[in-house]
T-cell receptor, first 118, second 115 residues
Framework: DTGVSQDPRHKITKRGQNVTFRCDPI?????LYWYRQTLGQGPEFLTY????????KSRLLSDRFSAERPKGSFSTLEIQRTEQGDSAMYLC????????????????FGPGTRLTVL | AQKITQTQPGMFVQEKEAVTLDCTYD???????LFWYKQPSSGEMIFLIY????DEQNATEGRYSLNFQKARKSANLVISASQLGDSAMYFC????????????WGAGTKLIIKP
C-alpha cells in the first residue's frame, strides 16, 4: 500500500503525559499537512510543511504542540503535557511535488490517529 | 463568518435514489478550489471530487458530480444511484488562493442510505 500512513491509529493517555504521532506521506509528495478533527466537526488546519520547512502554523498550535519533518519525508507531531481538550482525531495529508494547480493540489489523507486524554 | 457552510447536519435517503448535499462558500479570492471528501466510520478522509474556480464545466467522477454555481457561491455534491456503502460523513472543503493550499472545511453532513 502506497498511501499515507499514520502511527499509532489510537492512543489513550493520561492528562499531563507527552504523546508523539508519526505520519508517512506518499513517497513523491513534498507537501505535508496536519489537521485536528474533534467529534462532529470538520478538520481544522494545524500546520504545513514543504519538504523539511515548516511554512505555516495555525494559532490552534499552542506552544505545547510541535511538529517536525527532519528529512522532508515522514513527519512527527508531539503534544506535551496533554489536556483533555486535546482529545481528537489527528489527520495527516500530503500533496505531490511540483506545480500545484487544479486537481493536482488534492490532499490525500492518512487514516488518522485518534487521541483520548483521560 | 463561516467560510464553508453545510446546512444539512444529517440526511436519510432510500437506496438507489439520487441525493444532493449542499455546500456554500465565502471567499474574495478569484482563484480557489472546492473539494468534497467522504469520511466513513473508520475515520479516513477519502477524496471524491474537485472543482476549480476557473473550471467552466461541472466536475464529474463516476456517480459523483458537483453542481457548481459560482455566482451563488455554491458547490453541491450530487450522488446518483445511492448505495448502502455511501453511508458516511461528507465534507465540503475549500482551498483559497495559490499559497499554502491549506483546506478550510465545513461541519459535514451525515448521510445514511436506507435499504
Amino acid at each position: 500500500d502506497t498511501g499515507v500512513s499514520q502511527d499509532p491509529r489510537h492512543k489513550i493517555t493520561k492528562r499531563g503525559q507527552n504523546v508523539t504521532f508519526r505520519c508517512d506521506p506518499i513517497s513523491e509528495h513534498n507537501r505535508l499537512y496536519w489537521y485536528r478533527q474533534t467529534l462532529g466537526q470538520g478538520p481544522e488546519f494545524l500546520t504545513y510543511f514543504q519538504n523539511e520547512a515548516q511554512l505555516e502554523k495555525s494559532r490552534l498550535l499552542s506552544d505545547r504542540f510541535s511538529a517536525e519533518r527532519p528529512k522532508g519525508s515522514f513527519s512527527t507531531l508531539e503534544i506535551q503535557r496533554t489536556e483533555q481538550g486535546d482529545s481528537a482525531m489527528y489527520l495527516c495529508a500530503s500533496i505531490p511535488r511540483g506545480l500545484t494547480s487544479g486537481r493536482t493540489d488534492t490532499q490525500y489523507f492518512g487514516p488518522g490517529t485518534r487521541l483520548t486524554v483521560l | 463568518a463561516q467560510k464553508i457552510t453545510q446546512t444539512q447536519p444529517g440526511m436519510f435517503v432510500q437506496e438507489k435514489e439520487a441525493v444532493t448535499l449542499d455546500c456554500t462558500y465565502d471567499t474574495s479570492d478569484q482563484s480557489y478550489g472546492l473539494f468534497w471528501y467522504k469520511q466513513p466510520s473508520s475515520g479516513e478522509m477519502i477524496f471524491l471530487i474537485y472543482q476549480g474556480s476557473y473550471d467552466e464545466q461541472n466536475a464529474t467522477e463516476g456517480r459523483y458530480s458537483l453542481n457548481f454555481q459560482k455566482a451563488r457561491k455554491s458547490a453541491n455534491l450530487v450522488i446518483s444511484a445511492s448505495q448502502l456503502g455511501d453511508s458516511a460523513m461528507y465534507f465540503c472543503a475549500m482551498r483559497e488562493g495559490d499559497s499554502n493550499y491549506q483546506l478550510i472545511w465545513g461541519a459535514g453532513t451525515k448521510l445514511i442510505i436506507k435499504p
